[in-house]
Protein backbone atom coordinates (compact mmCIF):
# COMPACT_ATOMS: atom_id res chain seq x y z
CA UNK A 1 0.00 0.00 0.00
CA UNK A 2 1.16 3.34 -0.59
CA UNK A 3 -0.23 6.34 0.37
CA UNK A 4 -0.54 10.09 -1.98
CA UNK A 5 -1.36 13.45 -0.29
CA UNK A 6 -3.12 15.35 -2.63
CA UNK A 7 -4.57 19.14 -2.62
CA UNK A 8 -8.17 18.89 -0.71
CA UNK A 9 -9.48 22.14 -2.43
CA UNK A 10 -7.69 24.40 -5.17
CA UNK A 11 -6.19 24.61 -8.56
CA UNK A 12 -4.47 21.46 -8.50
CA UNK A 13 -6.88 19.46 -7.21
CA UNK A 14 -8.76 18.57 -10.15
CA UNK A 15 -5.78 17.74 -12.52
CA UNK A 16 -4.56 15.83 -9.94
CA UNK A 17 -7.77 13.33 -9.52
CA UNK A 18 -7.64 13.41 -13.59
CA UNK A 19 -4.11 12.23 -14.01
CA UNK A 20 -5.31 9.02 -11.22
CA UNK A 21 -8.35 8.48 -13.35
CA UNK A 22 -6.36 8.75 -16.90
CA UNK A 23 -4.41 6.11 -15.54
CA UNK A 24 -7.19 4.13 -13.81
CA UNK A 25 -7.23 4.81 -10.46
CA UNK A 26 -10.31 6.40 -8.59
CA UNK A 27 -10.77 6.66 -5.10
CA UNK A 28 -14.01 6.21 -3.48
CA UNK A 29 -15.74 8.78 -2.05
CA UNK A 30 -13.16 11.44 -3.49
CA UNK A 31 -14.96 14.51 -2.51
CA UNK A 32 -15.77 13.46 0.79
CA UNK A 33 -13.34 11.74 3.24
CA UNK A 34 -10.08 13.11 4.36
CA UNK A 35 -8.59 9.53 3.34
CA UNK A 36 -9.88 7.16 1.46
CA UNK A 37 -8.78 4.33 -0.63
CA UNK A 38 -8.84 2.62 -4.32
CA UNK A 39 -10.29 -0.54 -5.59
CA UNK A 40 -8.16 -0.52 -8.34
CA UNK A 41 -4.77 0.26 -7.00
CA UNK A 42 -3.19 -0.42 -3.88
CA UNK A 43 -3.00 3.33 -3.09
CA UNK A 44 -5.00 5.58 -0.52
CA UNK A 45 -5.39 9.38 -0.91
CA UNK A 46 -4.76 11.91 2.15
CA UNK A 47 -6.36 15.41 0.98
CA UNK A 48 -4.61 17.90 2.66
CA UNK A 49 -3.59 21.71 2.02
CA UNK A 50 -1.03 22.32 -0.81
CA UNK A 51 0.76 24.20 1.70
CA UNK A 52 1.03 21.11 4.07
CA UNK A 53 2.00 18.28 1.40
CA UNK A 54 5.65 18.81 1.58
CA UNK A 55 6.01 18.37 5.31
CA UNK A 56 3.61 15.40 5.01
CA UNK A 57 6.08 13.89 2.79
CA UNK A 58 9.25 14.38 3.77
CA UNK A 59 8.45 12.97 7.17
CA UNK A 60 6.80 9.66 5.58
CA UNK A 61 3.16 10.89 6.70
CA UNK A 62 2.36 10.16 3.26
CA UNK A 63 4.79 7.96 0.57
CA UNK A 64 4.50 10.50 -2.41
CA UNK A 65 2.44 13.23 -3.09
CA UNK A 66 1.34 16.39 -6.06
CA UNK A 67 2.75 19.85 -5.19
CA UNK A 68 3.46 22.95 -6.92
CA UNK A 69 7.25 22.96 -7.27
CA UNK A 70 7.16 26.52 -5.07
CA UNK A 71 6.02 25.14 -2.14
CA UNK A 72 8.35 22.58 -2.21
CA UNK A 73 11.08 25.53 -2.99
CA UNK A 74 9.63 27.87 -0.29
CA UNK A 75 9.20 25.58 2.77
CA UNK A 76 12.55 24.04 2.36
CA UNK A 77 12.17 19.97 3.50
CA UNK A 78 14.10 17.57 1.72
CA UNK A 79 11.78 15.60 -0.91
CA UNK A 80 12.27 13.27 -3.74
CA UNK A 81 11.18 15.33 -7.02
CA UNK A 82 9.73 12.27 -9.11
CA UNK A 83 8.40 13.39 -11.77
CA UNK A 84 7.57 17.20 -13.07
CA UNK A 85 3.98 16.79 -14.35
CA UNK A 86 3.60 19.90 -17.08
CA UNK A 87 0.64 21.11 -15.69
CA UNK A 88 0.01 24.00 -12.40
CA UNK A 89 2.48 26.34 -14.52
CA UNK A 90 3.10 29.60 -13.06
CA UNK A 91 6.04 31.71 -11.91
CA UNK A 92 6.21 33.85 -8.69
CA UNK A 93 7.57 37.45 -10.04
CA UNK A 94 7.87 40.83 -8.42
CA UNK A 95 5.54 43.90 -9.05
CA UNK A 96 5.25 47.43 -8.72
CA UNK A 97 2.87 49.86 -8.87
CA UNK A 98 2.15 50.27 -12.81
CA UNK A 99 3.23 54.07 -12.14
CA UNK A 100 6.55 53.58 -10.69
CA UNK A 101 9.11 53.95 -13.44
CA UNK A 102 11.51 50.87 -12.55
CA UNK A 103 15.41 50.40 -13.49
CA UNK A 104 16.81 47.17 -12.08
CA UNK A 105 16.49 44.90 -9.57
CA UNK A 106 18.56 47.47 -7.57
CA UNK A 107 14.89 49.39 -7.37
CA UNK A 108 14.03 47.28 -4.32
CA UNK A 109 16.54 48.64 -2.03
CA UNK A 110 15.26 49.81 0.95
CA UNK A 111 11.55 48.80 -0.38
CA UNK A 112 8.66 46.68 1.63
CA UNK A 113 7.63 43.43 -0.37
CA UNK A 114 4.76 41.32 0.74
CA UNK A 115 4.35 38.17 0.13
CA UNK A 116 3.26 34.44 1.11
CA UNK A 117 6.53 33.54 -0.25
CA UNK A 118 9.77 34.99 2.21
CA UNK A 119 12.06 31.82 1.99
CA UNK A 120 11.96 32.21 -1.31
CA UNK A 121 12.56 35.59 -1.63
CA UNK A 122 14.93 36.25 1.16
CA UNK A 123 17.17 33.70 -0.36
CA UNK A 124 16.35 35.97 -4.23
CA UNK A 125 17.67 39.30 -2.54
CA UNK A 126 20.59 37.73 -0.69
CA UNK A 127 21.92 36.01 -3.86
CA UNK A 128 21.23 39.35 -5.69
CA UNK A 129 22.45 41.80 -2.83
CA UNK A 130 19.25 43.52 -2.11
CA UNK A 131 18.11 44.96 1.07
CA UNK A 132 14.63 45.33 1.70
CA UNK A 133 12.14 44.25 3.89
CA UNK A 134 10.09 41.30 3.50
CA UNK A 135 6.47 41.71 4.80
CA UNK A 136 4.44 38.38 4.88
CA UNK A 137 1.35 38.04 4.32
CA UNK A 138 -0.94 34.96 3.97
CA UNK A 139 -3.44 36.23 1.31
CA UNK A 140 -4.65 39.05 -0.64
CA UNK A 141 -0.57 39.90 -1.43
CA UNK A 142 -1.87 41.86 -4.77
CA UNK A 143 -3.88 44.40 -2.85
CA UNK A 144 -0.86 45.50 -0.35
CA UNK A 145 1.03 48.40 -2.62
CA UNK A 146 -2.80 49.88 -3.00
CA UNK A 147 -3.49 49.82 0.89
CA UNK A 148 -0.06 51.16 1.95
CA UNK A 149 1.05 48.11 3.06
CA UNK A 150 4.01 47.59 0.89
CA UNK A 151 5.80 49.06 -2.06
CA UNK A 152 5.71 45.90 -3.88
CA UNK A 153 4.89 42.47 -4.05
CA UNK A 154 6.39 38.61 -5.05
CA UNK A 155 3.39 36.54 -5.88
CA UNK A 156 2.16 33.99 -7.91
CA UNK A 157 1.26 35.25 -11.78
CA UNK A 158 -0.09 32.91 -14.74
CA UNK A 159 -2.24 35.21 -17.21
CA UNK A 160 -0.98 38.59 -15.33
CA UNK A 161 -4.36 39.56 -15.24
CA UNK A 162 -4.74 39.67 -11.23
CA UNK A 163 -1.77 42.80 -11.30
CA UNK A 164 -3.04 44.50 -13.89
CA UNK A 165 -6.35 44.64 -12.36
CA UNK A 166 -4.83 45.72 -9.04
CA UNK A 167 -2.57 48.18 -11.04
CA UNK A 168 0.52 46.90 -11.19
CA UNK A 169 3.07 45.35 -13.29
CA UNK A 170 5.38 42.47 -13.38
CA UNK A 171 9.11 43.62 -13.13
CA UNK A 172 11.24 40.21 -12.56
CA UNK A 173 10.56 36.57 -12.90
CA UNK A 174 12.62 34.62 -9.43
CA UNK A 175 11.38 30.93 -10.74
CA UNK A 176 8.78 29.07 -12.73
CA UNK A 177 7.15 26.54 -11.28
CA UNK A 178 4.55 23.36 -12.11
CA UNK A 179 3.34 20.74 -10.44
CA UNK A 180 4.95 17.65 -9.44
CA UNK A 181 5.10 14.01 -8.28
CA UNK A 182 7.22 14.14 -5.17
CA UNK A 183 8.22 11.07 -2.91
CA UNK A 184 9.71 10.27 0.41
CA UNK A 185 13.39 10.88 0.09
CA UNK A 186 14.85 7.17 0.44
CA UNK A 187 11.32 5.09 -0.38
CA UNK A 188 11.95 1.40 -1.00
CA UNK A 189 10.32 -1.89 -1.20
CA UNK A 190 7.11 -2.39 -2.00
CA UNK A 191 6.20 1.20 -1.97
CA UNK A 192 9.17 1.77 -4.42
CA UNK A 193 7.85 -0.66 -6.81
CA UNK A 194 4.25 1.15 -6.61
CA UNK A 195 5.68 4.40 -7.45
CA UNK A 196 7.72 3.33 -10.19
CA UNK A 197 4.07 1.47 -11.38
CA UNK A 198 2.10 5.08 -11.04
CA UNK A 199 5.05 7.01 -12.88
CA UNK A 200 4.90 4.42 -15.96
CA UNK A 201 1.32 4.63 -15.94
CA UNK A 202 1.26 8.71 -15.67
CA UNK A 203 4.26 8.85 -18.53
CA UNK A 204 1.74 6.40 -20.95
CA UNK A 205 -1.28 9.09 -20.11
CA UNK A 206 1.23 11.75 -20.84
CA UNK A 207 2.63 10.39 -24.04
CA UNK A 208 -0.85 10.56 -25.93
CA UNK A 209 -1.69 14.10 -24.70
CA UNK A 210 -2.06 16.37 -27.88
CA UNK A 211 -1.92 13.27 -30.08
CA UNK A 212 -4.61 11.84 -32.19
CA UNK A 213 -5.34 8.01 -33.89
CA UNK A 214 -5.84 8.08 -37.31
CA UNK A 215 -7.14 5.40 -39.60
CA UNK A 216 -7.80 5.75 -43.51
CA UNK A 217 -7.64 3.62 -46.69
CA UNK A 218 -5.48 4.70 -49.69
CA UNK A 219 -4.66 3.27 -53.11
CA UNK A 220 -1.61 0.39 -53.15
CA UNK A 221 0.58 2.55 -55.10
CA UNK A 222 0.12 5.65 -53.04
CA UNK A 223 0.93 4.20 -49.90
CA UNK A 224 4.50 5.37 -49.93
CA UNK A 225 3.59 9.07 -50.24
CA UNK A 226 0.80 8.69 -47.38
CA UNK A 227 3.87 7.43 -45.08
CA UNK A 228 6.05 10.37 -45.74
CA UNK A 229 2.63 12.83 -45.20
CA UNK A 230 2.48 10.99 -41.53
CA UNK A 231 5.71 10.18 -40.36
CA UNK A 232 5.43 7.61 -37.23
CA UNK A 233 6.91 7.30 -33.57
CA UNK A 234 6.96 3.77 -34.84
CA UNK A 235 6.50 1.57 -38.58
CA UNK A 236 2.67 2.64 -39.11
CA UNK A 237 -0.14 -0.47 -39.44
CA UNK A 238 -0.02 -1.10 -43.26
CA UNK A 239 -3.49 -3.62 -43.41
CA UNK A 240 -4.99 -4.82 -46.95
CA UNK A 241 -8.61 -4.42 -47.80
CA UNK A 242 -10.67 -6.46 -49.40
CA UNK A 243 -10.42 -4.99 -52.50
CA UNK A 244 -7.41 -6.23 -53.41
CA UNK A 245 -5.51 -2.78 -54.61
CA UNK A 246 -6.31 -0.65 -51.75
CA UNK A 247 -4.94 -0.45 -48.04
CA UNK A 248 -5.42 0.78 -44.73
CA UNK A 249 -3.47 2.87 -43.02
CA UNK A 250 -3.10 3.59 -39.13
CA UNK A 251 -1.12 5.89 -36.80
CA UNK A 252 -0.45 8.51 -34.37
CA UNK A 253 -0.42 11.86 -35.45
CA UNK A 254 -0.32 14.99 -33.48
CA UNK A 255 -3.15 16.76 -32.90
CA UNK A 256 -1.60 20.63 -33.86
CA UNK A 257 -0.70 19.51 -37.24
CA UNK A 258 -4.06 17.29 -38.43
CA UNK A 259 -5.82 19.04 -40.68
CA UNK A 260 -2.70 19.53 -42.53
CA UNK A 261 -1.84 16.23 -42.60
CA UNK A 262 -5.49 15.09 -43.51
CA UNK A 263 -5.60 17.63 -46.31
CA UNK A 264 -2.62 16.27 -47.94
CA UNK A 265 -3.97 12.74 -47.05
CA UNK A 266 -7.12 13.52 -49.52
CA UNK A 267 -5.15 15.20 -51.94
CA UNK A 268 -3.36 12.12 -52.66
CA UNK A 269 -6.63 10.45 -52.85
CA UNK A 270 -7.09 8.76 -49.17
CA UNK A 271 -10.77 8.23 -48.34
CA UNK A 272 -12.40 7.02 -44.85
CA UNK A 273 -10.56 8.92 -42.84
CA UNK A 274 -11.43 8.14 -39.36
CA UNK A 275 -9.90 10.10 -36.60
CA UNK A 276 -9.99 8.72 -32.69
CA UNK A 277 -8.99 9.97 -29.77
CA UNK A 278 -5.95 8.23 -27.65
CA UNK A 279 -5.72 7.41 -24.29
CA UNK A 280 -2.74 6.11 -23.49
CA UNK A 281 0.41 4.92 -25.55
CA UNK A 282 2.10 2.21 -23.81
CA UNK A 283 5.67 2.09 -25.26
O1 LIG B 1 -6.08 25.80 0.17
P1 LIG B 1 -4.70 25.56 -0.30
O2 LIG B 1 -3.63 26.12 0.61
O3 LIG B 1 -4.49 24.10 -0.63
O4 LIG B 1 -4.59 26.30 -1.73
P2 LIG B 1 -3.90 27.69 -2.16
O5 LIG B 1 -4.97 28.71 -2.19
O6 LIG B 1 -2.65 27.95 -1.36
O7 LIG B 1 -3.37 27.33 -3.60
P3 LIG B 1 -4.08 27.38 -5.03
O8 LIG B 1 -5.08 26.29 -5.15
O9 LIG B 1 -4.48 28.77 -5.40
O10 LIG B 1 -2.80 27.04 -5.94
C1 LIG B 1 -2.14 25.82 -5.82
C2 LIG B 1 -0.90 25.84 -6.70
O11 LIG B 1 -1.28 26.09 -8.06
C3 LIG B 1 0.11 26.93 -6.42
O12 LIG B 1 0.96 26.62 -5.32
C4 LIG B 1 0.88 27.00 -7.73
O13 LIG B 1 1.86 25.98 -7.77
C5 LIG B 1 -0.18 26.66 -8.77
N1 LIG B 1 -0.68 27.82 -9.54
C6 LIG B 1 -0.71 27.90 -10.91
C7 LIG B 1 -1.23 28.97 -9.09
C8 LIG B 1 -1.56 29.74 -10.21
N2 LIG B 1 -1.23 29.06 -11.32
C9 LIG B 1 -2.18 31.07 -10.02
N3 LIG B 1 -2.49 31.75 -10.99
N4 LIG B 1 -1.47 29.40 -7.82
C10 LIG B 1 -2.06 30.61 -7.66
N5 LIG B 1 -2.41 31.45 -8.69
C11 LIG B 1 -3.08 32.76 -8.32
C12 LIG B 1 -2.22 34.00 -8.51
O14 LIG B 1 -1.50 34.27 -7.32
C13 LIG B 1 -3.25 35.09 -8.75
O15 LIG B 1 -3.66 35.66 -7.52
O16 LIG B 1 -4.19 32.95 -9.12
C14 LIG B 1 -4.45 34.33 -9.31
C15 LIG B 1 -4.73 34.52 -10.79
O17 LIG B 1 -3.56 34.55 -11.53
P4 LIG B 1 -3.45 35.34 -12.92
O18 LIG B 1 -2.01 35.79 -13.09
O19 LIG B 1 -3.84 34.36 -13.98
O20 LIG B 1 -4.39 36.50 -12.85
ZN1 LIG C 1 -1.87 26.94 0.05
Given at each position: MIRVALQAKGRLNEDSLRLFSEAGIR?????????SKSEDFPIEVLYLRDDDIPSAVSSGVADIGFVGINEIEEKGFDVEVVHKLGWGKCRISLAIAKSEE????????????????????????????????????????EIAPAVGMADAIFDIVSS???????????????????AALIATVGLSGEKRELLEQLKF?????????????????????????ALEIIPSLKSPTLLPLANK???????????????????????????????????????
Open positions: FENAKRKLLYTDISWFNGKRVATSYPNILKKFFNENGIDAVIEEIAGSVGSTLVSNGLKEVHTVMKSERFESVERSEGKKYILFNIPNDKIDESWSSIHAVVEESVLWSKINLLKGIGAEDILVLSLEMMVL
